[in-house]
Nanobody, 124 residues
Framework: QVQLVESGGGSVQAGGSLRLSCAAS????????MSWFRQAPGKEREFVAG????????YYADSVKGRFTISKDDAKNMVYLQMDSLKPEDTAVYYC?????????????????WGQGTQVTVSS
């Protein structure tokens, strides 16, 4: 079992930056894929970025590639999402998720564990 808690959300102006954090605890999760998803009002939850805990391979949605960076801190059992050059369309609730599969999946239903979400609001 894995428990996930997000933090770091807030309100910023377009072009600004924000860093989200995901604290993982529980059973060992070195084999897990850790990803960030987001959901805007009236929209379906969508994949943002993912990272393999072992090896550190990353994968990004086209909409955030070049602007967002996912990373991890093994010692702290933390996963981060550094968001730069934020746009109003990035406004959403951001969720941390864990998947026990080897490959990074972009499919919401593939993820076993979810955090409670943290709100990110980008104003123009």
């Amino acid at each position: 079992q894995v428990q996930l808690v997000e933090s770091g959300g807030g309100s910023v102006q377009a072009g600004g930056s924000l860093r989200l954090s995901c604290a993982a605890s529980g059973r060992t999760f070195s084999r897990y894929v850790m990803s960030w998803f987001r959901q805007a009002p009236g929209k379906e939850r969508e994949f943002v970025a993912g990272i393999k805990w072992t090896g550190g391979r990353t994968y990004y949605a086209d909409s955030v590639k070049g602007r967002f960076t996912i990373s991890k801190d093994d010692a702290k059992n933390m996963v981060y999402l550094q968001m730069d050059s934020l746009k109003p369309e990035d406004t959403a609730v951001y969720y941390c998720a864990a998947d026990s599969n080897w490959a990074i999946s972009t499919v919401t239903s593939d993820y076993e564990y979810w955090g409670q979400g943290t709100q990110v609001t980008v104003s123009s």
